[in-house]
């Protein structure tokens, strides 16, 4: 059975909302923050596509 982790439901999140211009849930910026907070890390002021899609990757932003 394939396991998917908390983070990557964020960003799966994160991005369908971007790419969708929508507002399903929490905002694509919020996601990340969750993330980025979690990490113990400064919260984004914004957020790209590009960076999303990075994070996904496992190269961060």
């Known amino acids: 059975m394939l396991g998917i982790c908390l983070a990557e439901m964020y960003l ?3 991005e369908s909302n971007f ?3 929508g507002d399903v ?3 694509s910026l919020d996601d990340i923050n969750v993330l980025r ?3 113990g890390v400064e919260n984004a002021g914004s957020i790209y596509l590009a ?11």
């Open 12 to 14: 799966i999140s994160a």
């Open 19 to 21: 790419r969708l211009n």
């Open 25 to 27: 849930g929490a905002a």
């Open 37 to 39: 907070e979690r990490a």
């Open 51 to 61: 960076a999303i899609l990075l994070e996904r990757k496992g190269h961060g932003f």
